[in-house]
């Protein structure tokens, strides 16, 4: 039974969605301990590990690449990284969040509010 059970646990990725406010609360979280690194606490590309890369991260808060940027973009970058959609390798995938779809959204709209 229990093996069963595990069996269909691989099968079938099921799981309950978050709700919004958790999806929301993770998403702040991964924000600031993955992202602002590089791309502020603001969004604007200016984090302390920017200095570092060679291609600094774009400022979030330029109203003309908001417009020009779609959100299924935003997120297919967040979770496969840069070069799948031939931007910098320094900006890593986020593997884990590939179950996570609802934190993936709240992550696109963080990037959306800046
Ligand atoms: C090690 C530094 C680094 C970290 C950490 C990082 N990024 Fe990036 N990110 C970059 C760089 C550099 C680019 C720009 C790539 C380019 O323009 O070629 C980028 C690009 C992006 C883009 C695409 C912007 C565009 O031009 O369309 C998005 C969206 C993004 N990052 C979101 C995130 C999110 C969300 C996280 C956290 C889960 C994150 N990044 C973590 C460095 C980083």
């Known amino acids: 039974m229990t093996r069963t059970l595990a069996l269909l646990g691989l099968v079938c990725s099921c799981r309950e969605p978050l709700a919004p406010a958790q999806a929301h609360a993770q998403a702040q979280q991964i924000w600031s ?3 602002a690194n590089c791309h502020g606490p603001g969004g604007r590309g200016d984090g302390p590990g920017a ?3 060679p ?6 808060a330029d109203a003309q690449w908001q417009s020009s940027a779609d959100d299924a973009r935003i997120a297919q970058v967040i979770v496969d990284g840069g070069p799948a959609l031939g ?5 890593a995938a986020n593997p884990d969040l590939r179950r996570k779809p609802e ?3 709240a992550l696109v709209e963080i990037v959306r509010g800046f």
């Open 33 to 35: 301990e993955r992202c």
């Open 51 to 53: 200095k570092l890369l």
């Open 55 to 60: 291609k600094p991260p774009r400022n979030f």
């Open 87 to 91: 931007l910098d390798r320094n900006m």
């Open 103 to 105: 934190v993936v959204a």
